[in-house]
T-cell receptor
Framework: DQQVKQNSPSLSVQEGRISILNCDYTNSMFDYFLWYKKYPAEGPTFLISISSIKDKNEDGRFTVFLNKSAKHLSLHIVPSQPGDSAVYFCAASSATSGTYKYIFGTGTRLKVLA | EPEVTQTPSHQVTQMGQEVILRCVPISNHLYFYWYRQILGQKVEFLVSFYNNEISEKSEIFDDQFSVERPDGSNFTLKIRSTKLEDSAMYFC?????????????FGEGSWLTVV
């Protein structure tokens, strides 16, 4: 099941610079997307969401962009901080399909270098 | 800030034994979920639960698995006869809404090792 893909397994960024994490999906029925941050041996921590009726959502240092025609979303972290080093997952769901489940990507490990 | 809590944090069990993983969802949430992550793999949906019944389950959630809300606060996942391939991190989650833009909040996870 490769409906949600995060093609970059890892990313390194200098502290203070922008981190851009990408996510692609194949199911055009997906209409709600979440980004999570996860530290080893801990549960995913919710960061930010976006509905398919929007193309951008911002919360502090985190901004998510959605390009529906390209079936692509990205998470921007500005400025990046060493504490942002973690694995980031995108997850997608389709409320209109009547499903409760989220499909997760494989994650991107972000390392912010001090 | 309210959070989902899970116990135990780590359990080692013999193959064939029954395991119960426990969760206390966020208090005003109505929808409850179990997900799991096998080491090195994706987070996968197992089951969703609302109004004291399963609302959706994945193909992973076979007859060996069951969920229950035994009282007003706990939500449990039972694996009846564990297999080696059940070794994974199991995450409980909850949300206030079900469909239509529900943000789900995860617990810290229960790491299950089947030997």
């Amino acid at each position: 099941d490769q409906q949600v893909k995060q093609n970059s397994p890892s990313l390194s960024v200098q502290e203070g610079r922008i981190s851009i994490l990408n996510c692609d999906y194949t199911n055009s029925m997906f209409d709600y997307f979440l980004w999570y941050k996860k530290y080893p041996a801990e549960g995913p921590t919710f960061l930010i969401s976006i509905s398919s009726i929007k193309d951008k959502n911002e919360d502090g240092r985190f901004t998510v962009f959605l390009n529906k025609s390209a079936k692509h979303l990205s998470l921007h972290i500005v400025p990046s901080q060493p504490g942002d080093s973690a694995v980031y997952f995108c997850a997608a769901s389709s409320a209109t399909s009547g499903t409760y489940k989220y499909i997760f990507g494989t994650g991107t490990r972000l390392k912010v270098l001090a | 800030e309210p959070e989902v809590t899970q116990t135990p944090s780590h359990q080692v069990t013999q193959m064939g034994q029954e395991v119960i993983l426990r969760c206390v969802p966020i208090s005003n949430h109505l929808y409850f979920y179990w997900y799991r992550q096998i080491l090195g793999q994706k987070v996968e949906f197992l089951v969703s639960f609302y109004n004291n019944e399963i609302s959706e389950k994945s193909e992973i959630f076979d007859d060996q698995f069951s969920v229950e809300r035994p009282d007003g606060s706990n939500f449990t996942l039972k694996i009846r006869s564990t297999k080696l391939e059940d070794s994974a991190m199991y995450f409980c989650a909850s949300s206030r809404q079900g469909l239509a833009g529900n943000t789900i909040y995860f617990g810290e996870g229960s790491w299950l090792t089947v030997v």
